[in-house]
């Protein structure tokens, strides 16, 4: 329950369009428990989203209980501005990505937590998928629709399992395209 406001990122954006949806769905489930405030679109620029804070304190005040940004960049802004004012640690702010500024926030409290998602796995199996297809391996034009995109896992990072992912090791079979897909979806294959 409660009051929040939330960092829209880029409009148009489909990764901002979902978070955004996935929150809304959420404030739904509440059945009016959390009323959302307000949302800003900060683009996921730093100095976009410190000053919508910076208003949102000045409108709100301590009305604020939570702070829902659709990344990192945004997220350690808001926490930021809440130190500038006096009010750190005193509204809940969530990010997505992983960063470790985002970490450092939440080992001091100034953030609540955020989504890790696997960069290294995306970096990695975005630069296999265009060198395979390049080189052969992959033939992209009979390859079902389905089979063009790979899947990551995200986890919720708070204070209690932060250092297990400020400390992660990629640990992926380079050399199996299929090996992203099957760590998630056991069975699956890039064939057909």
């Not at 939330?6 to 954006?13: D, T």
Request: aromatic residues 10%; contains cysteine.
């Amino acid at each position: 329950e409660g009051k929040i406001c939330e960092l829209y990122g880029i409009l148009g954006a489909e990764p901002s369009e979902l978070r955004s949806e996935g929150l809304a769905d959420a404030i739904a489930e509440t059945n009016g428990a959390v009323e959302l405030l307000d949302q800003q679109v900060a683009n996921h620029d730093a100095s976009q989203a410190m000053a919508a804070v910076e208003n949102w304190i000045a409108l709100y005040g301590d009305e604020i209980d939570a702070i829902f940004c659709s990344s990192d960049t945004m997220a350690v802004a808001a926490a930021e501005a809440m130190k500038n004012a006096g009010m750190e640690g005193t509204v809940m702010i969530s990010g997505f990505d992983g960063t470790a500024a985002a970490w450092d926030c939440i080992r001091d409290g100034s953030m609540y937590s955020t989504i890790f998602n696997d960069g290294y796995m995306v970096g990695f199996y975005a630069a296999d998928y265009a060198y395979s297809a390049a080189t052969g391996i992959l033939d992209v034009a009979t390859m079902d629709q389905a089979k063009r995109m790979f899947c990551t896992k995200v986890a919720l990072v708070t204070a209690e399992n932060v250092e297990e992912y400020a400390n992660y090791q990629p640990n992926f079979d380079w050399t199996d395209l299929d090996s992203c897909i099957n760590s998630i979806y056991p069975n699956a294959s890039l064939e057909g």
